[in-house]
Nanobody, 115 residues
Framework: QVQLVQSGGGLVQPGESLRLSCAGS????????MAWYRQAPGKQRQLVAT???????DYADSVKGRFTISRANGKNTASLQMNNLKPEDTAVYYC?????????WGQGTQVTVSS
C-alpha cells in the first residue's frame, strides 16, 4: 500500500522556522517528482514547491527565498524547510506524489504562524 506520512508542523511566531517531512512507503519514489501543497481555510489548495528526480527545485513566488524543498533516504523522503514564516503561510500542508495516473497525498500537517 502506497502511503505518504507527514511529520512536523505546529504553532510558531512570525519570523521563526519549521521543518516538515514526508516519508513515502509502499513503493520506490526516487523515479518521481515530489511536491508540497498548502491549503488555507476557504481557499483552494495551492502548489508551494516541487523537486524532481534530479533534485531540481521550483517554488511559488510567495515562498521563494524562504522555503527549501529537499529529498533524502534514497529520495523516498521529502522535506520542506520553512524559514522566516509569515502569518499568510498559515495553512494545512500536504506532500504529494503522482505515479502514472494515480495521485498520492500525505495526511496533512497544520502550520500556524501567529504572534
Amino acid at each position: 500500500q502506497v502511503q505518504l506520512v507527514q511529520s512536523g508542523g505546529g504553532l510558531v511566531q512570525p519570523g521563526e522556522s519549521l521543518r516538515l517531512s514526508c516519508a513515502g512507503s509502499g513503493t520506490i519514489f526516487s523515479g518521481y517528482p515530489m511536491a508540497w501543497y498548502r491549503q488555507a481555510p476557504g481557499k483552494q489548495r495551492q502548489l508551494v514547491a516541487t523537486i524532481t528526480i534530479d533534485d531540481i527545485t521550483d517554488y511559488a513566488d510567495s515562498v521563494k527565498g524562504r522555503f527549501t524543498i529537499s529529498r533524502a533516504n534514497g529520495k523516498n523522503t521529502a522535506s520542506l524547510q520553512m524559514n522566516n514564516l509569515k502569518p499568510e503561510d498559515t495553512a494545512v500542508y500536504y506532500c504529494h506524489v503522482q505515479i502514472g495516473p494515480r495521485q498520492y497525498w500525505g495526511q496533512g500537517t497544520q502550520v500556524t504562524v501567529s504572534s
